[in-house]
C-alpha cells in the first residue's frame, strides 16, 4: 500500500515556537525559544536564546511598531528593528539553524524536530492530498523537494540531520 500524506495545515508560524540554531561560542545546538507568545507578530514579547553546552543564554525583545505588532519582513530594514524571515536562519537572533544541509544542489532546512519530521512525512508519502491551506509547509516546499526524483536524497538528508540532533 502506498504512504499517504494528509494535509495538517501546519504553518512555519505554528512551528515557530522553537529554533534549533548553531551556538556562535561553541558551534553545538542550542535554541531560540519564545517566553509568552510564540507568534511573531506578537510584539514585547521575550525571545530567548539558550546554550545547554556552554551555558551562553541571551534575551530579547521586539519592540512594537505604531499597530502594537511586531514588525515581520523578508529583507532587513535599516531604520527600524524587524522579525526577519528570510535566509535559513531564527527569526530573532538570526543565527544559522542546525537543522540544514546540502541537498539536490540545494539547502534543505528545518527550524526544530517537529518540522523536519513534517517535511519527511510529505516527501515520503507517494499520495498526497491535494489543495493544501496556502500558508501551509507542504505549500511553500520549494519544487526542488516535492520531485520524485529527489525524494530518495531528500529523505537520506533527514535521517542526517535527525542523527546530527542526537
Not at 504512504?3 to 551556538?23: D, M
Not at 540545494?106 to 523536519?116: C, G, K, P, V, Y
Request: glycine share 4%; hydrophobic share 35%; aromatic share 12%.
Amino acid at each position: 500500500m502506498k504512504k499517504t500524506f494528509l494535509n495538517k495545515n501546519k504553518t512555519l508560524i505554528g512551528l515557530g515556537y522553537e529554533f534549533l540554531v548553531v551556538c556562535p561560542q561553541c558551534a553545538s545546538c542550542a535554541k531560540v525559544i519564545a517566553l509568552d507568545d510564540s507568534s511573531p507578530y506578537v510584539a514585547n514579547v521575550r525571545r530567548r536564546f539558550v546554550c545547554t553546552t556552554c551555558g551562553t543564554t541571551k534575551d530579547k525583545v521586539i519592540k512594537a511598531n505604531g499597530y502594537g505588532q511586531a514588525r515581520v519582513s523578508y529583507e532587513p530594514k535599516a531604520d527600524y528593528e524587524v522579525i526577519l524571515i528570510a535566509d535559513p536562519c531564527d527569526w530573532y537572533f538570526q543565527l544559522p539553524l542546525y537543522l540544514q544541509i546540502e541537498c539536490s544542489g540545494n539547502t534543505l532546512w528545518a527550524l526544530n524536530l517537529e518540522h523536519l519530521n513534517y517535511i519527511e512525512s510529505y516527501i515520503e508519502a507517494e499520495l498526497r492530498e491535494s489543495h493544501p491551506y496556502y500558508l501551509s509547509v507542504e505549500s511553500r516546499l520549494p519544487k526542488w523537494m516535492k520531485f520524485a526524483k529527489n525524494r530518495e536524497d531528500v529523505l537520506k538528508a533527514i535521517q542526517k540531520l535527525k542523527v546530527k540532533t542526537y
